[in-house]
């Protein structure tokens, strides 16, 4: 099988085209979401949210620290979780 010069000039053009064309769309789209993100995102933070947040993020990581911990021990010792009283 045989390829005529004509065949393959006119698929080197339509593959630069179709090339070109997505890289140039991903750059559009690209332009696209930071302009997005940059009128429309979050503002900064004030330094007093900031701290809250940090705050709240820190006692989060604590409270997850602790859950897992006590788990690992559950599972490791075989120890069971102690069940409730009825109050009776």
Request: net charge negative; hydrophobic share 50%; proline share 5%.
């Amino acid at each position: 099988m045989t390829f005529d010069a004509a065949i393959v000039e006119e698929a080197l053009s339509l593959t630069v085209i179709g090339v070109s064309t997505a890289f140039a769309l991903l750059l559009v789209l690209s332009f696209g979401v930071w302009v997005v993100g940059r009128f429309f995102g979050p503002k900064e933070p004030s330094t007093e949210a900031a701290d809250a947040s940090s705050t709240e993020r820190r006692d989060k990581a604590l409270a997850a620290a602790i859950a897992v911990s006590a788990l690992r021990e559950i599972r490791d010792n075989s120890a069971t979780l102690p069940t409730p009283s009825t109050g009776e």
